[in-house]
């Protein structure tokens, strides 16, 4: 197996992870007419605020792949990768490096919903599989959905969801919800919007932030006037660091409960410390969920990458088992697509997130769960709501 | 005054508080040559940029042909018949001669034309060139403007004035720097322009004034101290006794 | 709304506006003598920033932190003068323009190579942690209001070098005419180096002192540039007073655009930009070019 | 004032000939790689009028290449428009009218303030399309349908075919240096380069300087906006990051390293900066840091782009016995 790189071509899926390739080994069935491997284009971001996330996603699925003794379907492959930089202008212009001047048989990809848009298109003008290992999106499988379109992740309004029954659960009648102004921001507020308003509770108002800005004062002072009974928002990175900081140094967070998805916490809770302390999240992850293959997969990804695990290298790990069942179903023939679509939507795959399946519109149907932040450590409280799916309106399979 | 080309009436201005001219009142006969005098300072050069729109008056009224032209842009006094040289050589070295004749006398177009070639326009290639050879710079045509001899530039100066052909000719001393042949060439050429222009001119070569000029006027810090005939200024006293006591002994 | 509403939004205007200053007046300092853009202004705001952040870790010492980077970022920033910036004075502002964007490809990615992708919290002195109740519902960190009377102090520090120093007179003249400087008694290239050097340590400054509030980033700089432009512009280039007037304007309409236009926050700080050039297009404070 | 050497005019030729002929051994990838070569070449070549020649320096200019796609975006999927007979004047239109409002409020200054102005005020069109749910938000949105070029039932240009929309790049490519070349020749264009080199000079001869540039930023604005409708029909995204400061910065890399103040310098750039940007991205990933050490070198090195190292070159070879003549 060649290694070429540009965004590094890595063969096979141990490389970089120091786990043997596979061999030279074809199958007599794809002798004739058929490439002897599978093209698997990985476009994610290795440089850039998501490069961590472009990664656990790309060691956990390779992982996975190498679980499954580096064949998919009884085929070998190779994992043409590329970094996407998380530029949507650059985001057809990359998809179409991967499909159309290397050849890949299908594509993966990435963090950035923008970038997913460009990409979707693109695979859907190749006639190509797309898998989302993590883009939230909920335009990618609504109006957007299409057969050849899969999603292994969640859906930004799927985390929200719940949320909104569980501050019901702790009594709150008002919200205000806050996020900056971008559409998985507007995506996951809806979310938590559907569940609060249809249980009661009124949300006093929304606030916008421009997208990146991290100057959340004005927002705050407005909460303070409002004195809802509880505030929902939607920051990640740098952004949930920051409001969570400034939440509880404006005075609010004795206060006012805040609730918010998993993202506001996941990877910041630790630099946040007492700001965190307490704040309820849902996603379709917890770091201590307690079933067996997530302690284990924990143990190995800590292993092999020694980084710390988290929903990202989950969503990765999943994805491998994805295609891993997928490609097994029809014996690694990417071109039986009819069978693979069906075979793929009947999908149940085994997580370290527990159990899930696939909906209509291509998107998990999983269990979100209740966590809390508590001594320094990010709590699970319990299931908050049981094998969730994305309402998928819009989407006809056109 | 019946025939005045361009009339001032109490043209000030004001720098912070420093008053660089100050209430001037002059009138430039058509088909005269009017010329301003006086010491470093005095507000000469400021009187031009205000008779050519680069500045805009604190105070007062400038007429033109008849016209109140306070306070318009320069390009529009420019469009309107003022031409205007600068005392500091201000050409475009980077282009030749010819170029920079050119490139005045295109400004006289009716519009600003954008897809014909300005090699096209006949007229405007000839105006010129006629403007080069008024002031002998017919052999340095080609020359870039920058590898011309000091005098030739100021020559220059002068002939991209002439190629836009305006009516009124300001001229902030044309003979600054020049050398006494230079000189004399360049009065003769101002003498044949005077047939059948008006001329407002600065100039502290007060033989090339007397010679020249058909109206004197004064300025001592920014105000007109006196105004008239060469034969009136020359005997006038308070003249003598402030700006011209050297010169006059 | 009620008035202590109004009052406390008008003091995180404020105070967003006394951050900004700090910014924009480095930038509009080395702009009005040296004559130079300095693009790559927000990446020492980052590179203060994360030094700051590094160095507090390292130490466990906020205040040791800023006494330690400081003089590395003004380092770094006056070995890129010399051998970098020194060598385009006699060349276009283009030039100036894409040496500093070359700067800012740089310093980011180096950023990255470093101190890698993540985002940091550093965290405030004890000395000046907690809050000031202003309302039943709200208080206000103390750290904030240290961050506005640290940049008080600065701006008149500022004020009295300009008003009170030789090197203040060449400021406010606002000129590079070489016979001037020389006439002070300065040496203009070592002009040149002081200027750049002081516009590095205020954008570095601004950084760090702003890190425990806006915790440290890639690409922080990008962001934090732009911004200041705008406050530039309104201002004046090369104006101090106009850095400050406009640096409150933008801030006080920063946050209440966020307030009143939620869906147009990012848009309200440059439309009053847009207003301020209808009005002068030389900005508040600054001399016709 | 500028002219096109016999040297240069054959260089010309040339590479508009290897251009059309490309195709025949190019692949699929590298057709629609050129095509986005091409694009941004007329890109930097609409910059180019302003900093070249006018010495107009806009930070600005990417918002008149986005506008234009958003005004394709918006047509295509809001309103069900997909003939090119409409999209092409909206596109234009768009980018004409958003040149002639930040142009009208940004050449009231000049020199370093007209940067930043300029900066700023696409940074407001940014943030229009940026924080809009309408346009897509950050997110942005694919353009649902290629644009169609047909009269009755006859397809005039299918913009699906890659190769079509190669051959329509080359064209509106070639057609804009004609363009420009022919302005650069008419009183207007002499007026712009006058008014680069001494603006005082050319409002004492009579130019209306303000007007002038005006419409120097104008033109500029539309054919960045027909950039835009080609990248539209190109790539069928809008993004705003295409209307951002780092696009701005970039454009004006192409342009410098190209050669400002030549027609050929920006394509020049075009070709240079993207070709080596995809080089050096299969290198590292860090790419990002040798293209600015690389742009950093330019400027160090080589003030007047690849397009000054030519002409350096060919001075060389042509002898001196010329440049000793006058100066």
Known sequence: MTLRTRRRFLAGAGAGLGVAAAGGFVPTRFAIGQKAKLKIGLMLPYTGTYAALGHNITDAMKMRLAEAGNKLGGREYDIVQLDDESAPPKGKDNAARLLVREKCDMLIGTVHSGVVLAMAQVAKEEDKFLVIPNAGAVDLTRKGCTPKLFRTSFSNWQPAFPCGDVALKDGAKTAVLMTWNYPAGHDSLQGFKDSFTKGGGKILKEILIDFPNVEFQAGLTEIASLKPDCVYVFFAGAGALKFMKDYEAAGLKAKISLYGPGFLTDGVYREAGSAASGIKTTLHYADDLDNPMNRKFRADFKKQTNRDCDVYAVQGYDTGTFLVQGLQAVQGDLGADKALVKAWEASKIDSPRGMFTLSKSHDPVQDIYLRQVWGGEEKYLGVAHKALADPGTGCTMA | MADAMLETRGLSRRFGGLAAVQDVSLAVARGKVHAIVGPNGAGKTTLINLLSGDLRPSDGKVSYQGSDITGWPAHRVAQAGIGRSYQKTNVFREFTALENCALAAEARLPRLHLFRAAATFRETAARAERALALCSLETRRETRAASLSYGEQRQLELAMMLATEPQLLLLDEPLAGMGPEESARVVDLLKRLAADHTMVMIEHDMDAVFAIADTITVMVNGSVLASGAPQAIRANREVQRAYLGEDAA | MSLSYFLIQTLNGVQYGFLLFLVASGLTLVFGIMGVINLAHGAFYMVGAYLAWWFARATGSFVLAVLLALPITVLLGLLIERFGIRHLYARDHLHQVLFTYGLILILNEVQRVVFGNDVHGVAIPPLLAGSLPLTEAQSYPIYRLFISVACVAVAGALYLVIQRTRLGMVIRAGSTHREMVAALGFDIGRLFMVVFGLGVALAAFAGMIAAPVNTVYPGMGDQILIISFVVVVIGGIGSIKGAFVGAMLVGIADTYGRVLLPTGAGVVVYAVMALVLLWRPQGLFGRMA | ?327
């Open chain 4, 1 to 327: 004032m500028p002219h096109l050497s016999r040297a240069a005019l054959t260089a010309l030729v040339l590479a508009t000939g290897f251009l059309a002929l490309f195709p025949l051994w190019g692949d699929t990838f590298y057709i629609r790689f050129v095509t986005k070569i091409m694009v941004y070449a007329l890109f930097a070549m609409s910059l180019d009028l302003l900093v070249g020649y006018a010495g107009l320096v806009s930070l600005g200019h990417a918002a008149f290449f986005g506008i234009a796609v958003y005004a394709v975006a918006g047509l295509v999927n809001k309103a069900g428009v997909t003939s090119a007979f409409v999209l092409l004047p909206a596109a234009l239109g768009a980018s004409a009218m958003a040149a002639a409002a930040i142009g009208w409020l940004s050449i009231r200054t000049s020199g370093v303030y007209f940067i930043m102005i300029t900066l700023a005020l696409a940074q407001m069109l940014f943030y229009f399309f940026n924080d809009q749910k309408y346009w897509g938000g950050t997110d942005g949105m694919n353009i649902d349908q290629r644009p169609t070029l047909a009269l009755g039932d006859l397809t005039l240009l299918n913009f699906g075919s890659r190769l079509q929309l190669y051959y329509l790049a080359l064209a509106c490519l070639a057609g804009a240096f004609v363009l420009l070349a022919v302005l650069l020749r008419s009183p207007f264009g002499h007026a712009l380069v006058g008014i680069r080199a001494n603006e005082g000079r050319m409002r004492a001869l009579g130019y209306d300087v303000q007007r002038v540039k005006l419409i120097a930023f104008v033109i500029a604005g539309t054919l960045a906006g027909l950039a835009g409708f080609l990248e539209a029909a190109r790539s069928t995204f809008a993004t705003p990051a295409l209307l951002g400061w780092h696009e701005s910065g970039h454009v004006l890399v192409l342009v410098i390293l190209g050669g400002m103040g030549t027609l050929y310098g920006p394509v020049l750039g075009a070709f240079v900066v993207l070709l080596l940007e995809d080089y050096f991205a299969t290198l590292t990933d860090r790419w990002l840091l040798i293209m600015g050490v690389f742009v950093i070198a330019v400027v160090m090195f080589l003030p007047d782009g690849l397009a000054g190292l030519f002409r350096r070159v060919a001075s060389l070879a042509r002898g001196r016995g010329r440049s000793a003549g006058d100066g």
